[in-house]
């Protein structure tokens, strides 16, 4: 098992101290794009699969999402089948 696929299975079990450069390179494994243009600029971001979307604020001072990002993540991906 591969870094990447590791880290999948480290979002599944819903962390508390999952950072967000974390997410964005689980993201991208499984396929989505992230965007900061439009719209979502500043530290609002944009992950995009398809018709599958994920925005989340880039939690700043700290690294660590909060819990209902990772829980909001966690849907939109069981959703599209993709957990």
């Given amino acids: 098992m591969g870094k ?3 880290l999948i299975e480290r979002l599944k079990s819903n962390p508390k101290d999952f950072t967000f450069d974390e997410m964005q ?3 991208e ?11 979502t600029s ?3 971001v944009k992950f995009a699969r398809g018709n599958a979307a994920i925005i ?4 700043h001072p700290r690294k660590e999402l ?3 990002q990772i829980k909001q ?4 991906l069981e959703k599209e089948n993709l957990l």
């Fill in 4 to 6: 990447k696929e590791k």
């Fill in 25 to 27: 390179i689980a993201l």
């Fill in 29 to 39: 494994a499984l396929g989505f794009v992230l965007s900061t243009k439009g719209k």
């Fill in 42 to 44: 500043g530290s609002r």
């Fill in 56 to 59: 989340l604020h880039k939690p």
């Fill in 66 to 68: 909060l819990e209902y």
């Fill in 73 to 76: 993540v966690l849907d939109v």
